[in-house]
T-cell receptor, first 111, second 112 residues
Framework: LAKTTQPISMDSYEGQEVNITCSHN???????ITWYQQFPSQGPRFIIQ???TKVTNEVASLFIPADRKSSTLSLPRVSLSDTAVYYC????????????FGRGTSLIVHP | DAGITQSPRYKITETGRQVTLMCHQT?????MFWYRQDLGHGLRLIYY???????DKGEVPDGYVVSRSKTENFPLTLESATRSQTSVYFC???????????FGPGTRLLVL
C-alpha cells in the first residue's frame, strides 16, 4: 500500500485559501487519491477524489502533478466551519482495497 | 432514513465485562469496517468484512471479536473490556469496487 505523509497541523484565518499537501512517493498506477474531512465528534466524510491533473467540486479542489507523487487539497476562502482534520488516502478502486487513515492534518481556522 | 447507524452512542462499562457495539447500514454495501480513534493515533482499523460471513483483521484486532451473519449488520464485541479500549469507535461501509467510505456517528466507550 502506498504510504502517505501530510503535515500534522496547519493554521489559517477566515477568508484565506488553504492548501494541504500530501506526499505519496510509491503510488501505484491504478491508485486514486482520496481526501476525507472529519469534524470533531463526527465520523470522517468524503470530500474529493482524483487520479491526475485537477478535480474540483463544490467543497474543494484537488491538484495532482504529472508524476502523481504528491497531491494538494485546496480549500478556497476558509471559514471557521472548515476547522477539521483532513485525511489523504491513496489506493485502488478494487474491492480488496483496505484504506488506512493515519493521523491526518488538523486544520484550525482562526477568526 | 437510509444510512449507517451505530448503537449505543455512549457506553460506560467496567473492566472485564463484555460489550457489544452495533453497526447497521441500509445500502447493502459489501464492505464494512470498524475503526477506533484515540488522541495521537488517528483512525486505526480493527476489523473489516468483505461480505457476509467474511471477516479479516485490521491493524489493532487484539481483544475484539466481530461477526457478520447479515450484510447490513457488523457488530463489534469486546469480550473482556480493558481500560485501554476506552476510545471512540467508528463503523463504516463501502460498496464493493468503490472507493468512498461512509461512516457512522461513532460510539464513545469508557471502560472504568
Amino acid at each position: 500500500l502506498a504510504k502517505t505523509t501530510q503535515p500534522i497541523s496547519m493554521d489559517s484565518y477566515e477568508g484565506q485559501e488553504v492548501n494541504i499537501t500530501c506526499s505519496h512517493n510509491n503510488i501505484a498506477t491504478n491508485d486514486y487519491i482520496t481526501w476525507y474531512q472529519q469534524f470533531p465528534s463526527q465520523g470522517p466524510r468524503f470530500i474529493i477524489q482524483g487520479y491526475k491533473t485537477k478535480v474540483t467540486n463544490e467543497v474543494a479542489s484537488l491538484f495532482i502533478p504529472a508524476d502523481r507523487k504528491s497531491s494538494t487539497l485546496s480549500l478556497p476562502r476558509v471559514s471557521l466551519s472548515d476547522t477539521a482534520v483532513y485525511y489523504c488516502l491513496v489506493g485502488g478502486t478494487g474491492g480488496s482495497y483496505i484504506p488506512t487513515f493515519g493521523r491526518g492534518t488538523s486544520l484550525i481556522v482562526h477568526p | 432514513d437510509a444510512g449507517i447507524t451505530q448503537s449505543p452512542r455512549y457506553k460506560i462499562t467496567e473492566t472485564g465485562r463484555q460489550v457489544t457495539l452495533m453497526c447497521h447500514q441500509t445500502w447493502s454495501h459489501s464492505y464494512m469496517f470498524w475503526y477506533r480513534q484515540d488522541l495521537g493515533h488517528g483512525l486505526r482499523l480493527i476489523y473489516y468484512s468483505a461480505a457476509a460471513d467474511i471477516t479479516d483483521k485490521g491493524e489493532v484486532p487484539d481483544g475484539y471479536v466481530v461477526s457478520r451473519s447479515k450484510t447490513e449488520n457488523f457488530p463489534l464485541t469486546l469480550e473482556s473490556a480493558t481500560r485501554s479500549q476506552t476510545s471512540v469507535y467508528f463503523c463504516a461501509s463501502r460498496a464493493g469496487g468503490k472507493e468512498t467510505q461512509y461512516f457512522g456517528p461513532g460510539t464513545r466507550l469508557l471502560v472504568l
